[in-house]
Nanobody
C-alpha cells in the first residue's frame, strides 16, 4: 500500500511564497505515469496544478500557475515539491498530491491547506 503525505501549507500574504512537499511511503512500484499537485476549493472540482512524468520528469502546468509555480522531485522519486511564488488570493485552496499509474493505481494524499490573504 502506498501512502502520500503533504506538508508545507499555511497562511501567506499575497506576493509571498510557500513550498509544498509530498512524501510517498510504502510499497512503491516501478511503473507509474506521473506525480502531480491538484487543488480544490469548496463547491468546485479538483483541478490539476502541475504534474511531473514518472520516467522522464517532464513537467506540465496549469495556465493559471505557469511561471509562478515550479514542480520538482528528489532523485529517489519519493518526495515531490511544489515551489509557489508570487502567490495570489485565488491560489487559496486545499492542495493534494497524486501518484497515478496503470489502472487501478491512483493514490492521493489527504491534502494541505494553502491560504493567501492579507
Amino acid at each position: 500500500q502506498v501512502q502520500l503525505v503533504e506538508s508545507g501549507g499555511g497562511l501567506v500574504q499575497p506576493g509571498g511564497s510557500l513550498r509544498l512537499s509530498c512524501t510517498a511511503s510504502g510499497t512503491l512500484g516501478d511503473l507509474y505515469y506521473f506525480m502531480g499537485w491538484y487543488r480544490q476549493t469548496p463547491g468546485n472540482e479538483r483541478e490539476m496544478v502541475a504534474t511531473i512524468s514518472w520516467i522522464y520528469g517532464r513537467t506540465n502546468y496549469a495556465t493559471s500557475v505557469k511561471d509562478r509555480f515550479t514542480i520538482s522531485r528528489d532523485s529517489s522519486k519519493t518526495t515531490m515539491y511544489l515551489q509557489m511564488d508570487s502567490l495570489k488570493p485565488e491560489d487559496t485552496a486545499v492542495y493534494f498530491c497524486r501518484l497515478n499509474g496503470p489502472p487501478p493505481v491512483d493514490h492521493w494524499g489527504q491534502g494541505t491547506q494553502v491560504t493567501v490573504s492579507s
